[in-house]
């Protein structure tokens, strides 16, 4: 039987985070069009190249594309890390639905701000705000309660 509180681990942590990375994925959509057309604007004859599918990143070191790849870096990082997040966390959920959830909505905000702050241009601005960090501290969360209730499971 799941626990009460587990309904929580699903809203915030998969729900929840399947939100956060579309919004992550729509930003990287717009980028391409912005910058796509702020270098055809500067007469950059390689954009419609540059900045199309199936490229995931934009090629050169113009500086707009310099700020499409700190944007589409913002949500590659978080696509490399987000199927251990929602393991780890529905596995976590079943001993520790609310502490979970709470590191879910941790995980979200920072999330956020990672990537906020990556898109400024400057990648080291990734960690400019505190809550950035959360997103190891949220993950470390998750990998300790899974591992504490793999071990009850086999006691």
């Known amino acids: 039987m799941l626990p009460k509180a587990f309904g929580g681990v699903l809203l ?32 950059d004859k390689e954009a419609e190249a540059r900045y199309s599918y199936p490229k995931m990143y934009a090629e050169g070191f113009t500086e707009h ?17 987000y199927s251990q997040f929602l393991a780890l966390s529905l596995v976590a959920g079943l001993r520790f639905p609310v502490c979970v959830s709470l590191g ?34 949220s993950l470390l969360l998750m990998l300790l309660g899974a591992g504490v209730t793999a071990v009850s499971v086999m006691v």
């Open 65 to 81: 594309a310099k700020m499409f790849n700190c944007v589409q870096r913002g949500h590659q990082h978080a696509m490399e890390t």
């Open 12 to 43: 915030v942590n998969v729900v929840g985070s399947a939100i956060i990375m579309l919004v992550l994925g729509f930003g990287v959509g717009a980028a391409r069009s912005t910058f796509r057309e702020k270098a055809l604007k500067d007469g």
């Open 104 to 137: 879910g909505l941790l995980w979200m905000f920072a999330r956020l701000k990672w990537a906020e702050g990556y898109k400024t241009g400057e990648p080291s601005q990734r960690y400019q705000h505190w809550c950035s960090y959360g997103i190891w501290s």
